[in-house]
């Protein structure tokens, strides 16, 4: 990922795509409320969400298949909301792949192309190019159910690509793929939409995904945007709760602002334990501090009584999934918190087991606090 | 790659009660169509006569082996010919390919929006829109063929409300034109041709034409180059379902046909009952069936030639 490419921090940078208070409702319920979105320029742009969530409506808003109740949908600066799907120089790769089952491969990367009217040698040419890009070379003769699952993907990826559109929009393109294939394509997605320099618009309801192939998530929830930033910042940064607890795994304290100063708090928590975080807050606010579960350390003797946040307790359950092994420990109150070890060396028997005793630690500025 | 399953060999593997139950519809074949049509074309290479059976030779078992070199020594291809040189048949089988090729194109022509308009209906509404096409079927076809004559006689409902409008001043003659035959094939077939359409064009995924119109292609232009080649096998079927029974149509231009010239249907009946000629009547069917078979040898091919282009 390039670094230092941030339009959306520079005031002055135009968005290519701009949302504008838009909202859509089919029924009572809706879908799309009042949500305002910029994406710009040579961006990956990720929508992430749970399902009816509104990241799909969104995609379909900006297609054309949808038109908005309210708002409107900028291209470029211009208003696309008159524009019938078939003129905007955007295009879509569907969920289901979508491909023509009475036409070749070659045939499917070329519809668009015809629609232009382009010559007949330029099409041939451009079909070559998108086969190569896809490394499909040879298959351009066969039909979509002589393919596999993954090479159906590819086609569909090229037939979208192949109008050089200004905005490519990927609905769920991943979600057929087997988990090894989905990582490959991932990151082979990345480097076409680096190379090509196009805008990708990708709506995923897998965080890893999202996080693995954007510059910029927007974590989206009940049709509003709950927060946009980069994945980064939405792992380490998140706004809300809802959003620390809908990416990755979050352990959440409820408590109450002690002391404040020197851009550090002290929380109280329900049953009186006291926590040192890095943050600016008034004191008595009501509030979350948020821990993931990979910055805690677990100790197996008791922690230096210079320690910042130790907790005590023991080992309540636990997992090894191969690069790390989560741990859930229950502390002395029977509260449960998650922690997390990366498995630097091999063992042939694990450090810490079932029911051991052990220290929990964290350091001030591991965890965030969250008012809301 | 497109990954072929291995086979193993499909006869040795049946067992036999898979075998009992695959035989039922050969049997079948064999008890009620092969047969039957052995004796139609046995018939068809008799002589009339005045006699009980009307033909002759008749096969006489308890002659034995020269009753049987008898029997095979006065079959002859008398009739064919006979159909061959005379206008009369040759007209006439012309005229019904010609009246089913029309008609299949206009039951398309009515059948296709028909079936589109189904196929794109509410989901709720769908199968009620199925129960009245097939609604007709709950009438005797004859009886519906009948009244077509009150509608389409000379002061008839058709003329009654064409002058009622103002298109005619005065009554025209529907009854008895190739035009009442027309219409009352169209309204008679119109359900076989909607049907497989339908079930094509219901089962069409709609995300390719929201696909097609993402690519650049009008709304219109999608229904010619994704719906209808994908409604292709509907539309195959359909028309096959169509052409082949209109073909042999008897009722429909009898009824409402005028008498200049006789559809293969009309001129079989005429063989049969009027002239009690069984011998040239059978090749007259034996002939018919042999040009039946050919559309329907062109869509077995183009059927497997698809099946196969899938694999």
Redesign the interface.
């Known amino acids: 990922m390039r670094r230092g490419f941030a339009p959306w921090s520079d005031p002055t940078a135009a968005p290519l795509v701009r949302f504008e208070n838009i909202s859509k409702r089919f029924g009572d319920i809706a879908a799309v409320d009042r949500l305002s979105l910029d994406v710009y320029r040579n961006e990956f742009f990720a929508l992430l969400g749970p399902s009816g969530c509104g990241k799909t409506t969104l995609l379909r808003l900006l ?3 949808e038109m908005p109740d309210e708002g409107r949908v900028l291209l470029d600066g211009c208003d696309i909301a008159a524009m ?4 905007r120089p ?3 790769m ?1 969920q ?1 792949y ?5 036409l070749s491969v070659a045939g499917n990367i070329a ?2 192309l015809r ?2 009217r382009l010559a007949r040698a330029a099409i041939s040419a451009r079909v070559d190019e998108m086969l190569a890009l896809v490394k499909l070379e040879g298959f351009g003769g ?2 979509p ?4 699952g993954g090479q159906r993907q590819r086609v569909a990826l090229a ?2 690509l192949a ?1 050089r559109p200004q905005v490519l929009l990927l609905d769920e393109p991943m979600a057929a793929l087997d988990k090894k294939l989905r990582e490959e394509t991932q990151f082979e997605l990345m480097d076409l939409q680096a190379r090509l320099g196009l805008t990708f618009v990708i709506v995923t309801h897998d965080q890893e995904e999202a996080m693995t192939v954007a510059h910029r998530i927007a974590v989206m929830n009940k049709g509003r945007i709950v927060q946009a930033a980069p994945p980064a910042d939405i792992y380490e940064q998140p706004r809300s709760r809802w959003v620390a607890e809908f990416v990755g795994d979050i352990n959440l304290i409820e408590g109450v602002v002690l002391e404040s100063g020197a851009g550090e708090v002290v929380i109280r928590d329900k049953v009186g334990r006291r926590y040192r975080v890095a943050a600016n807050i008034a004191v008595g606010s009501q509030i979350f501090v948020a821990l993931r579960p990979e910055k805690i350390r677990i100790l197996a003797a008791p922690a230096p009584p210079d320690a910042p946040n130790a907790m005590h307790g023991r080992i309540w359950d636990m997992g090894y999934l191969g690069g790390v092994s989560i741990y859930k420990v229950r502390l002395d109150d029977g509260s449960i918190v998650k922690a997390s070890v990366a498995n630097i060396a091999r063992r042939t028997g694990q450090a810490i087991g079932a029911d051991d005793e052990v220290w929990l630690s964290w350091l001030p500025d591991a965890a965030v606090v969250l008012a809301s | ?2 990954r072929r399953p291995l086979r193993t060999d499909r006869g040795s593997a049946l067992s036999l009660g898979a075998k009992l139950i695959v035989a039922v519809p050969y049997l079948w074949l064999i008890g009620f169509f092969l047969v039957p049509f052995v004796i139609v074309i046995k018939i068809s290479l008799s002589e009339t006569a005045i006699a009980q059976p009307p033909y002759a030779p008749v096969l006489d078992i308890a002659g034995g082996w020269q009753g049987i070199r008898d029997f095979l020594g006065g079959l002859s291809f008398a009739n064919y010919i006979t159909i061959a040189d005379d206008d009369l048949y040759v007209l006439s089988y012309l005229k019904s390919l010609k009246v089913a090729a029309v008609s299949t194109v206009m039951l398309l022509l009515c059948g296709l929006p028909l079936a589109y308009a189904m196929a794109r209906a509410p989901r709720a509404a769908r199968p009620l829109l199925v129960t009245l096409v097939v609604l007709p079927f709950w009438t005797s076809f004859l009886i519906r063929v009948y009244a077509w004559i009150n509608i389409l006689q000379r002061d008839g409902l058709l003329n009654q409300a064409l002058l009622w409008v103002g298109l005619i001043d005065q009554p025209t003659t529907w009854l008895a034109t190739d035009t009442a035959v027309y219409i009352g094939l169209v309204y008679s077939y119109l359900p076989f041709m909607v049907l497989p359409l339908y079930a094509s064009l219901e089962k069409l ?1 709609e ?2 034409l ?10 219109w ?1 999608a229904f010619f180059v ?1 719906t209808i ?2 409604a ?1 096998p509907g539309l195959g079927a359909g028309a096959l379902l169509c052409f082949i029974p209109i073909v042999g149509e008897f009722v429909v231009p009898d009824l409402l046909g005028g008498s200049d010239a006789a559809m293969i249907g009309q001129t079989l009946w005429t063989e049969f009952f009027a002239n009690r000629d069984w011998p040239v009547a059978s090749a007259v069917a034996v002939v018919l069936v042999g040009l039946l078979m050919m559309p329907i040898a062109v869509y077995q091919h183009l059927q497997t030639r698809e099946i196969a ?3």
Request: aromatic share 8%; net charge positive.
């Open positions: 297609a054309g298949f019938p799907p078939h003129r955007v295009n879509m569907f289901s979508a491909l023509f089952p009475h519809f668009g629609q232009d066969r039909r159910d002589q393919l596999s037939r979208s109008k | 790659m497109a995924d995300t390719l929201e696909a097609a119109a993402d690519l650049g292609c009008p709304r232009k994704v080649p994908l292709l282009g899938r694999r």
